[in-house]
């Protein structure tokens, strides 16, 4: 019956809410929860790279797992999960069990990704499932840019423990409507390329790992040398594993068509700068003497324009192609971090024109790019493609937010001793900016070269969907 597939699609909200919540509410209570546990600087990045690194390593194999285990089972099973860890985040009593249970959050949010996208089908007839997927999409954007507001209010009104006891009772409603409206999907077999997980999984973890800790330990230390090795001997073997695999872990010769090339740079490199949110929102309460609520409220307007300039990136794509709105958002980009470079303490009012410029540009981006993706690739070909797209741009998360910290330490480290921590921290905030809007720059730079070599496909001719 027609209002059974809208109950069964009700079963996808709390995890939505959960997977996408929890990237942005954590932001606020970062100065607050340091504050509480003791945590160093690097362990506070650890908080919130933990989650992103499991997500990253994870997402996509267990895609793999969720066709043996069956999707509904695996969307239950990452709710629950992640449930348990919240309830062990709330009650940690120190950074290592928190930094514990938040990795754990992200392998349970890998989970339910892939299982939504599986389900859809078994709800949804063809002509209704870009709807769904669109539907999808747009929810989790409602909670990304809620997450901060929330957060703001929980952690300065009650704890930021609460920031996580408030997925308990989402994380029930859950796994309450899948038992109750989601189908039985039945397990398939699917082919797992364990060595070549197991390569991808350690190559990047010890990548991660060195880029966080070498400013501690020094890049002189033999553990940092221990773990850049480690990360390129099993890089090395990732590489030659995926080239001789019948079913390799990543799809490699997806990266032989210039169009998905070139998709995957905007997406990691546009991921990659969203980890300086983690930053700001450091900086705003520490530096510029903003409150949690305050700055919850300032991250929520910079992620306003996602309500908009989605539909509008769409339909400038397919009115005059992918490249335009990508522009668009590329300048919005630069001028938000070249804004800030030069006004590192700026007013509210000038604040909030680098924060809009920044909310503009990324689902200008990130809107084309995702529908770029799926047409540049055939259609047997495409469920493997969007989860290389969403692993390569969890990566380029966790390795964003490593670099970012390790270039904020290093900077500021070498201010230190002439200005004091208040003008060398906004020196550090400065030169941060200042470096990124070249990294945008040579992105830029760099995507168009490879949109304008040929392709054996053809641009999109469907609006994207939205941008999560």
């Known amino acids: 019956m027609h209002w059974r597939k809208w109950l069964g699609f009700s079963a996808f909200i709390p995890a939505v809410a959960l997977g996408f919540m929890e990237q942005s509410i954590l932001l606020v209570a970062l100065p607050t929860m340091q504050r509480d546990l003791g945590a160093t600087d690097v362990q506070l990045q650890w908080c919130v790279n933990a989650y992103l690194l499991a997500i990253a390593v994870f997402v996509l194999i267990s895609g793999k797992i969720g066709d043996r285990i069956g999707h509904r089972q695996a969307l239950w099973w990452g709710i629950a999960g992640f449930a348990l860890a919240s309830l062990v985040c ?227 794509s397919d009115r005059f192609g992918s490249k335009l709105p990508i522009a668009i958002g590329y300048v919005s980009l630069i001028i938000s971090f070249v804004w800030f470079g030069f006004f590192p303490t700026p007013g509210l009012a000038s604040l909030l024109i680098a924060l809009i410029a920044f909310g503009i540009g990324l689902p200008s981006i990130l809107t084309p790019s995702f529908a770029s993706a799926m047409s540049s690739v055939s259609l047997e070909k495409a469920g493997v493609a969007f989860g290389v797209i969403l692993t390569l741009r969890m990566l380029g998360g966790t390795i964003g937010l490593a670099l970012i910290n390790l270039f904020v330490s290093a900077v500021q480290r070498s201010q230190m001793a002439a200005k004091g921590l208040q003008a060398a921290s906004i020196a550090t905030f400065s030169a941060l900016h200042f470096a990124l809007a070249l990294l945008i720059l040579l992105s830029f730079a760099a995507t168009f070269v490879l949109y304008n070599r040929k392709s054996a496909h053809q641009l999109p001719e469907t609006p994207a969907e939205g941008w999560d």
């Open 90 to 316: 709330a009650v940690s009593q120190n950074v290592f069990l928190l930094i514990a249970a938040r990795g754990f959050q992200g392998v349970s949010a890998a989970l339910m990704f892939p299982a939504q996208t599986a389900l859809i089908p078994r709800l949804f007839p063809p002509n209704q499932r870009g709807r769904a997927n669109g539907m999808i999409v747009s929810i989790g954007s409602l909670f990304l840019i809620l997450g901060p507001l929330i957060g703001g209010y929980l952690t300065e009104q009650l704890s930021w423990r609460w920031i996580f006891w408030i997925n308990l009772p989402i994380a029930a409603l859950g796994l309450y409507l899948i038992r109750a409206f989601l189908p039985k999907s039945d397990p398939v077999k699917s082919q797992i390329d364990l060595p070549g997980f197991f390569f991808f999984a350690i190559g990047i973890s010890t990548l991660t790992t060195c880029f966080m800790e070498a400013g501690n330990w020094g890049w002189d230390s033999a553990k940092t040398w221990i773990l850049i090795g480690a990360s390129l001997f099993f890089s090395i073997l990732l590489f030659y594993r995926e080239e001789r695999s019948p079913h390799p872990f990543l799809e490699l010769s997806l990266f032989k068509k210039p169009l998905f090339a070139a998709i995957n740079i905007n997406v990691a490199i546009v991921q990659f700068i969203m980890m300086v949110s983690v930053i700001r929102s450091i900086y705003f309460q520490d530096i510029l003497g903003y409150t949690p609520a305050q700055t919850g409220w300032m991250i929520f307007i910079s992620a306003c324009p996602v309500f908009f300039m989605s539909t509008a990136s769409g339909w400038l």
